[in-house]
């Protein structure tokens, strides 16, 4: 392990140097030990040398909390022992923290040893000591297309956080990477954290009982079959403390803008929901019609908050610093044709949040019978409630709902519907509502069971390469039309 202090990527210059020796690193003999932690049957390094585990992760170049949150729990699949390769500098250190809170919180601490390699040949060391077999990916996405591409070639499966890619660009090597998994064996997922939402799931499971969503309607321009809200914060709390992100986070060159990032989710969602294990095929299926975008304004004072910096990185002055302000394209908004159905999804970014809320999320599916709508504002006290909204006033409706409703409350035991002026809320019990950390552990559960089992379904990667085809495609008609 390099534990030398060297000068962190040009690319995300200026950034303080971090010193990884002795005590100013917290925590750093856990993560130096080369020994795992006893248990009653003996080390963890023992049984590990007995029962190898099907997974051994890297983790490449941590630039986003979403990393370490795939290591808020333990698996039994993977091995604690994880291999990090960064450039040094604040995002590993970051990273390197919330992995140590996680290691020694009071209730139900993990016992992951980190191994960690900084450098600026950190890529190249990482596929030369082939420490592990498969790599989680969430960072800065400039160069995560590329990052894909390589760990596969060199025989890494690959984990990545959203997005695999932020341009049309690299779109044919995202394309070309998931060919790369297929002919190496290898698989290539990416974290889909919003499909283990109780509403999002209640929502699909509707629209395939036709008594009570009808058929799909594919709507007009003007008034989309479907319609998909995200709206995010830059200040917010995660695993109860206040997040500081890497200013190159607000650089779009380098994170990409919203509709190629958090969009992903909306997009998927409406995909996983509206046309469920169909293999779309995004040069049929898929026409993007047009694509805005727009900036949110962000005040020195408060990158100051978010960053911990006292000034812009130059770096971000293409992104249209005026004085004391960053203007930063993190809104905006797609209107396409699926399968013959008009969809529109907008991602917006706002500082913070009002009191009492976080991120939120609002979506529409229209249905011949009834809509179902998902909502997250101020009168559901900003927690996501779902609804089901007849279309007509059929007399007849409430009756059919009753009955062909009872094989999902068989499913899920404890929903109820409650009776409302539109229709009828869907009373989801609190044991469903996980929260969007604990779906991180969802997906690598997931994940595993596909690298375990090969059985991944085949519509997973058209699936993901039309998603990505569509954000891509947005951003590009919504810069034309700047």
Same mark, same amino acid.
């Given at each position: 392990m390099n534990i030398t202090t060297r000068s962190f990527a040009a690319s995300r210059q200026p950034i303080a140097r971090v010193l990884f020796a002795g005590v100013q690193f917290s925590g750093l003999l856990f993560l130096m030990s080369c020994n795992s932690p006893t248990s009653s049957t003996g080390s963890s390094k023992d049984t590990a040398l007995a029962t190898p585990k099907l997974v051994r992760l890297v983790t490449l170049d941590p630039g986003h909390f979403h990393a370490a949150l795939v290591q808020k729990s333990m698996y039994d699949d993977i091995d604690p022992v994880v291999h990090i390769y960064a450039p040094e500098g604040p995002d590993v250190k970051a990273h390197l923290d919330k992995i140590n809170a996680y @290691? @020694?919180?009071e209730k139900d601490p993990t016992h992951w040893v980190e191994k960690v390699y900084t450098g600026s040949d950190f890529l190249?060391?990482?596929i030369s000591d082939k420490a592990g077999n498969t790599v989680v990916l969430a960072g800065n996405n400039r160069e995560k297309t590329q990052y894909i591409m390589k760990s596969l070639q060199a025989g890494f499966n690959v984990l990545g956080d959203k997005p695999m890619v932020i341009d049309n660009r690299d779109f044919g090597l995202l394309k070309q990477a998931f060919d790369t998994a297929a002919s190496h064996q290898l698989l290539l997922y990416d974290i889909m954290t919003e499909r283990y939402e109780i509403t999002s799931i209640l929502q699909r499971e509707l629209v395939r009982i036709p008594g009570i969503f009808g058929a799909l309607e594919k709507g007009t321009a003007a008034n989309p079959g479907v319609v998909g809200e995200s709206v995010h914060r830059f200040y917010k709390y995660v695993s109860g403390k206040a997040l500081t992100r890497p200013a190159w986070f607000f650089d779009t060159n =380098? /994170? %990409? &803008?919203?509709?190629?990032?958090v969009m992903t989710h909306v997009v998927d969602l409406v995909q996983w929901e509206c046309y469920p294990e169909q293999t779309l095929d995004y040069t049929k299926d898929i026409t993007v019609n047009k694509a805005r975008h727009w900036t949110t304004d962000l005040t020195l004072? /408060?990158?100051r908050t978010i960053t911990q910096l006292d000034s812009f990185p130059? *770096? !971000?002055k293409h992104a249209g610093v005026h004085d004391t302000v960053l203007k930063v394209y993190a809104n905006g908004e797609i209107d396409y044709q699926l399968k013959g159905t008009y969809v529109r999804t907008t991602t917006t970014w706002t500082y913070k949040a009002p009191e009492g809320a976080e991120d939120t999320y609002y979506c529409l599916i229209r249905g011949s019978k009834a809509n179902l709508v998902i909502r997250q504002g101020s009168e559901e /006290?900003?927690?996501?409630? !779902? *609804?089901? &909204?007849?279309?007509?006033?059929?007399?007849? *409706? &409430? =009756?059919?709902?009753t009955e062909q409703i009872k094989p999902l409350q068989a499913k899920?035991? %404890?929903?109820? !519907?409650?009776k409302n002026a539109k229709g009828w809320e869907v009373v989801i019990p609190e044991k469903y509502k996980e929260g969007h950390e604990s779906h991180f552990a969802r997906v690598t559960e997931k994940y595993l069971d596909y690298i375990k089992n090969k059985n991944m379904p085949a519509w997973e990667v058209p699936g993901m390469i039309a998603k990505y085809y569509i954000t891509t495609r947005g951003l590009e008609l919504a810069r034309k039309v700047q």
């Open positions: @290691n @020694n919180r190249e060391k990482m =380098q /994170q %990409g &803008e919203s509709m190629v990032d004072s /408060q990158f130059d *770096y !971000l /006290q900003f927690h996501p409630a !779902l *609804y089901i &909204e007849p279309a007509t006033k059929d007399p007849s *409706y &409430e =009756q059919t709902l899920y035991p %404890g929903i109820e !519907l409650k």
